[in-house]
């Protein structure tokens, strides 16, 4: 598993996996919406601690820094 995600994507994912927790603990998200955006943030927290993001494979993208 090579890691092909930089410093700034990770950043991005992990701090929009905050908002959503804000939001739900908060109560401005329910429902659907709310188990919706709880997988989305499950998946972000998962992939920008790992530093690898599946869905950049197939593709062959990379956003960390070559080095």
């Known amino acids: 598993m090579k890691l092909n ?22 109560g401005q ?7 919706v955006l709880g997988i989305v943030g499950i998946v972000f927290l998962v992939t920008g601690i790992a530093g690898w993001c599946p869905g950049y494979v197939p593709f062959r993208i990379s956003t960390r820094k070559a080095g």
């Open 5 to 26: 995600m930089g410093t700034i994507d990770r950043s991005i994912r992990l701090s929009i996996t905050v908002v959503i927790a804000v939001l739900y603990f908060t």
């Open 29 to 35: 998200i329910t429902g659907t919406v709310a188990v």
